[in-house]
């Protein structure tokens, strides 16, 4: 289990006994000044730009959206926003626990709608469940799956993508997939997000609202959206800034502990899952790093001192940033239009 502690950027790896401690001041922000640069933002692409009367934000118990939460209600106030649960049959029960307490901390109302019906009229858990029968034929009731990679810093694993079964006696079995399997169930979980964006759409114009964005620079860039899903919203108020900063955030703007020191869980399977496991393939802290490296030209080696890698493994995280880049770029392209529109733009 990795533990992260963001205050201190002094990083303690249990797993495999490696411990490490790295000046990250690279990374360190201002926080009375970029949150005043947010709010101030926010308030004026409502009021002028968008003329919205207040926000929606959809809390899933992580750092991100709790963080946009607050900046929101520091820039609007809190009876102007709303925070919306969504959950469905695979969330965890910490998900709605931690989203409540933000609610409850920053005062603000909150609607929730479950939305499992709606995925199973979809059929989404169905075909999910199809396709790891394919591979594990008594995959069935009472078993929890999820999907996963093999870190990148390991050059022995095969980059490849696996499923992850738990029967109900607690025993896991691991299965690489072929790709139409991995199609499939990426396909039946990226619902999830499109029908949430829905009704945070529609508790938007119910309202007159806009919806925001929860998306950190980490997930901006390297395409851990979905498209037509969590890539909907009108104002992205932290998409600029590093997991690093956006932790930073939540201690300058004093939401509770657990809310600051909690790892960044998918909530798309039923078994546990980070968002590290399910895409990055590195601890979130070091491809903030390398990263930022990369960004500003640094070379591996001086990357490699700062986050105690080899300079190959650092090479290996800059090249795979870059593969993510060229992926991602389909989730970003707005449609094709046969001529221009420029006229329409504002």
Not at 72 to 99: H, W
Not at 119 to 141: H, S, V, W
Not at 251 to 275: G, K, N, V
Request: hydrophobic share 35%; aromatic share 6%; glycine share 6%.
């Amino acid at each position: 289990m990795r533990v992260i502690n963001y205050h201190t950027r002094n990083v303690d790896y249990s797993k495999g006994g490696r411990q490490r401690a790295a000046s990250w001041d690279l990374l360190r922000i201002d926080c009375e000044e970029e949150s005043g640069r947010i709010t101030q933002c926010i308030r004026q692409y409502l009021g002028r730009r968008l003329r919205k009367r207040g926000v929606v934000v959809a809390l899933c118990g992580g750092v991100d959206s709790s963080v946009v939460a607050a900046l929101c209600t520091r820039a609007l106030g809190p009876e102007r926003v709303l925070g919306l649960l969504l959950p469905e049959m695979d969330s965890s029960f910490k998900t709605l626990r931690m989203s409540q307490s933000i609610v409850d901390h920053l005062g603000i109302r909150v609607e929730r709608h479950d939305v499992t019906d709606t995925l199973e009229a979809f059929e989404c858990y169905r075909y999910r469940d199809e396709a790891i029968k394919r591979l594990i034929p008594n995959y069935g009731a009472g078993c929890k799956c999820k999907l996963a990679l093999p870190s990148l810093l390991d050059r022995q694993t095969p980059r490849v993508f696996s499923v992850v079964v738990e029967s109900p006696t607690g025993r896991q079995r691991r299965v690489r997939l072929r790709l139409e399997t991995y199609l499939q169930i990426t396909a039946a979980m990226n619902c999830k997000q499109r029908v949430r964006t829905t009704l945070e759409y529609f508790y938007a114009d119910r309202l007159n609202y806009a919806v925001t964005g929860t998306r950190n620079l980490l997930e901006y860039d390297q395409g851990f959206f979905v498209k037509q899903g969590d890539s909907m919203a009108d104002i992205e108020p932290i998409a600029h800034l590093y997991k690093t900063q956006v932790h930073q955030m939540a201690e300058y703007l004093e939401l509770p502990p657990e809310t600051c020191e909690s790892l960044p869980m998918t909530d798309l399977h039923p078994l546990s899952q980070d968002q590290e496991d399910l895409h990055f393939s590195v601890p979130l802290d070091v491809l903030d790093i390398c990263l930022y490296g990369k960004n500003h030209g640094m070379p591996p080696e001086e990357i490699g001192r700062i986050a105690s890698l080899e300079a190959e493994q650092v090479e290996r995280v800059y090249r795979d940033i870059e593969a993510k880049r060229r992926s991602a770029a389909y989730r970003h392209m707005p449609p094709l239009l046969i001529e221009s529109a420029d006229h329409l733009s504002v």
